[in-house]
Nanobody, 125 residues
Framework: VQLQASGGGLVQAGDSLRLSCAAS????????SAWFRQSPGKEREFVAA????????YYASSVEGRFTISTDNAKNTVYLQMNSLKPEDTAVYYC???????????????????WGQGTQVTVSS
């Protein structure tokens, strides 16, 4: 599976962005998918995840209520809708996928087999 992330950019605090992650080589339909982010000098941080079985979603407390992860199986794409962006949301955002992730490890980067190349999100104050 190859993942291609896009949609990042420079926005002001309070603005919205929608990130996209298009999969090729295999359908996203049976994959658990997630978004992580990483700022300079920091470890990669969990943002959101969605399980293919049942569609349950999970969020970091820092983005709960502002970000939404979703998938479009017809387009083989996972999205991250980001609203009310804050300067602390500034990071490179990565999409990730795996055939099945144990629930207790859904927030751990090493649980995912496939990664996109990252897209930069910069939020100015």
């Amino acid at each position: 599976v190859q993942l291609q992330a896009s949609g990042g950019g420079l926005v002001q605090a309070g603005d919205s962005l929608r990130l996209s992650c298009a999969a090729s080589g295999r359908t996203f339909r049976n994959f658990d998918s997630a978004w992580f982010r990483q700022s300079p000098g920091k470890e990669r941080e969990f943002v959101a995840a969605r399980r293919w079985s049942g569609g349950s979603t999970y969020y970091a407390s820092s983005v709960e209520g502002r970000f939404t992860i979703s998938t479009d199986n017809a387009k083989n794409t996972v999205y991250l809708q980001m609203n009310s962006l804050k300067p602390e949301d500034t990071a490179v955002y990565y999409c990730a996928a795996a055939p099945r992730v144990i629930l207790s490890q859904i927030r751990i980067p090493s649980s995912y087999h496939y990664w996109g190349q990252g897209t930069q999100v910069t939020v100015s104050s």
